[in-house]
């Protein structure tokens, strides 16, 4: 039975996931390498839980804050934990030498998991003797207001650890989804990197621009923000290193789009240099998106390769439709998932926008998946057929 958490890291993802820990009652160690930074961790678990106060989310803001030890010893707080949530920046060096040590001084039945958005579980895994027990937890930012939770299989994660992890993010009130085998991206990161790399090589090729994409997808498939104000707002930078290391790992993703890595090279970082794929004079500024500068954008062409990459997760059993729904609702906050969203264009309309990609740019992501090109054999066309990914009785 989890009673103590043990977050090593009090960067932004630390200090996020120790207070939901705290929120959902538990007692929580969070550690890191100076009190320095432990003391800006707690004022700012401090400052969040002071807002959900105002809004009368908590009753109390020192009763939580009383759950929470920043300790700068790590042995005792890895003995008396019963997981241990690292959370460390990604380098898989480091976290091999954290999940070392958690190993070495946890119990045996303590659960170690990893927060990584982008490292092999397994390869962190290696690094302990008790390889079925290690587990990734991936949060999502800012870990206190996301819902969803990515639970990823290792090679040797076994099945009970999986379970009791599931249990414990539940019981913090968020909603987890499988990632039943240890896949670059899992499935929140990896689909919006394949909607990403071909928006941008459409863009690269002249196809459409970038405000054109964002409008259609925004006003035509009620995407909360555009895909290119995204990657200007999260860092083209960040974006840069992600596809990176997508591309070291995957196959699928080795044709970069060469404007990340101009506009990378030239110091065009998105909202934080003030230029990007748009210009910004503050931090503050949000670009202007028409509605009417997407109405010559096919926006099924736009968001194809999402599907063809959903389709891709599921024939290799990496994970349920429904979880794959789930994620892409609640991590990428579109307003259904991207299955339900194919069962609606037509799974017909989705595949004849890849192979319009894929032989006219020759883009690997928009080859359409054996799932696909299965489901045009046997009629299931989605909605209008009555059957797709789901099934429909009217």
């Known amino acids: ?203 690269y090729r002249g196809e459409y621009t970038p405000v054109e994409i964002d409008s259609a997808v925004k006003y035509k498939a009620g995407l909360p923000m555009g895909l290119f104000e995204l990657r200007d707002f999260t860092g083209i930078d960040v974006g840069y290193m992600v596809a990176k290391a997508l591309a070291e790992r995957d196959p699928l993703f080795r044709q970069e789009c060469p404007l990340i890595e101009e506009y990378y090279k030239k110091g065009w970082l998105g909202v934080k240099s003030g230029k990007g794929f748009y210009e910004y004079k503050s931090p503050s500024d949000r670009p202007n998106i028409p509605k009417e500068a997407g109405e010559r954008v096919n926006v099924v062409r736009v968001l194809a390769s999402s599907v063809n990459m959903a389709a891709w997760l599921l024939r290799n059993g990496i994970a349920t439709k429904e979880d794959i729904d789930t994620g892409v609702r609640l991590g990428l906050g579109y307003p259904k998932g991207i299955l339900q969203y194919a069962d609606e264009w037509g799974i017909d309309e989705v595949v004849k926008e890849l192979e319009y990609i894929y032989n006219k740019y020759g883009l690997i992501l928009a080859k359409p998946d054996e799932l696909l090109i299965q489901m045009l054999k046997e009629g299931k066309l989605g909605r209008k057929s009555k059957e797709g990914f789901y099934k429909y009785a009217t």
């Not at 380098?91 to 954290?98: E, P």
């Open 1 to 203: 039975m989890i009673r103590r958490v043990f977050v090593v890291g009090a960067g932004t993802m630390g200090h996020g996931i120790a207070e939901v820990a705290a929120l959902a009652g538990y007692e929580v160690y969070i550690y890191d390498i100076s009190a320095e930074i432990l003391n800006k961790a707690i004022e700012k678990i401090k400052w969040s839980l002071e807002k959900l106060y105002e809004k009368r989310r908590i009753s109390s803001v020192e009763e939580v804050l009383s759950r929470i030890r920043a300790t700068l010893n790590f042995e005792e707080a890895a003995r008396n934990s019963d997981i241990g949530i690292e959370a460390v920046p990604e380098n898989l060096q480091l976290k091999r030498d954290i999940f070392a040590r958690l190993d070495s001084l946890m119990h045996e039945d303590a659960i170690l998991a990893t927060n990584t958005s982008s490292l092999p579980i397994s390869e962190i895994a290696e690094a302990t003797r008790r390889p079925n027990k290690v587990v990734g937890i991936h949060f999502f930012n800012p870990p206190v207001l996301m819902q969803l939770v990515e639970i990823i299989k290792g090679n040797k994660t076994d099945d009970d650890t999986v379970r009791r992890s599931f249990e414990f993010v539940k019981s913090l009130g968020k909603t987890p989804i499988i990632v039943n085998r240890d896949v670059p991206g899992f499935i929140v990161n990896r689909i919006l990197g394949a909607i990403q790399n071909v928006a941008c090589h459409l863009v």
